[in-house]
């Protein structure tokens, strides 16, 4: 439903942070609910977190919980994620999604998907 372009990942020491990004087209931005997934080598791939569109209301896996930030920018069609102590396991590809159903991130089958930045934590 909508393009999504994620940047931001790279190679980081293990206890330190990445920001990723999001950037999605289109003009009805604010109406998607948004998450982030990643999928690390031989793994299937997991729900991160999750922001809603309207109240901007957010969720988070356990893994993520106290560590990483979700959150969205309405008026530049972006969405975030910022990554702090990050672990060699959080070692991954990381996927952008939306939806325009809360649900449907929720559940792990948004509409659209982004091609995915690599995020590499060396211990």
């Known amino acids: 439903q909508v393009h999504l372009v994620e940047s931001g990942g790279g190679l980081v020491q293990a206890g330190g942070s990445l920001r990723l990004s999001c950037a999605a087209s289109g003009r009805t931005f604010a109406s998607y609910a948004m998450g982030w997934f990643r999928q690390a080598p031989g793994k299937e791939r997991e729900f991160v977190a999750a922001i809603s569109s309207i109240a901007a209301s957010t969720s988070y896996a356990d893994s993520a919980k106290g560590r990483f930030t979700i959150s969205r920018d309405n008026s530049k069609n972006t969405l975030s994620l910022q990554m702090n102590s990050l672990k060699p396991e959080d070692t991954a590809v990381y996927y952008c999604?939306?939806?325009?159903?809360?649900?449907?991130?929720?559940?792990?089958?948004?509409?659209?998907w982004g091609q995915g930045t690599q995020v590499t934590v060396s211990s």
């Open positions: 999604a939306a939806d325009l159903v809360w649900l449907n991130i929720r559940s792990g089958v948004p509409r659209s």
